[in-house]
């Protein structure tokens, strides 16, 4: 398992590089406040994006989902912090 952490601001910032051997992923917006936006491809904003509240979490796994592939994400904020699990079991 992958722990990182990220700080994203109102500019896009690609927090999951593509990997077809990840199994899972967590993102955790762990602003007390703010709302992140992502996405699965580059371009993203808070008008297109999928919003993440504060102290909320996405995942993503296999087989219902496609954690493979890169992700990108906005912040309404400056400088909030984002972590990002990324799994590579069965």
């Known amino acids: 398992m992958s722990v990182v952490p990220f700080s994203v601001g109102t500019s896009e910032v690609r927090i999951v590089e593509v990997s077809p051997d990840r199994t899972s992923i967590v993102i955790i917006n762990n602003h007390a406040a703010a709302v ?28 219902e989902d496609d954690p493979s592939t890169d992700v990108w994400c906005v912040s309404d904020t400056p400088a909030t912090p984002v972590v990002v699990y990324e799994g590579f079991g069965k």
Do not use: C
């Open 36 to 63: 992140i936006y992502v996405r699965f491809k580059k371009g993203v904003a808070i008008t297109n994006g999928m919003p993440v509240f504060s102290k909320a979490t996405m995942s993503l796994s296999i087989p």
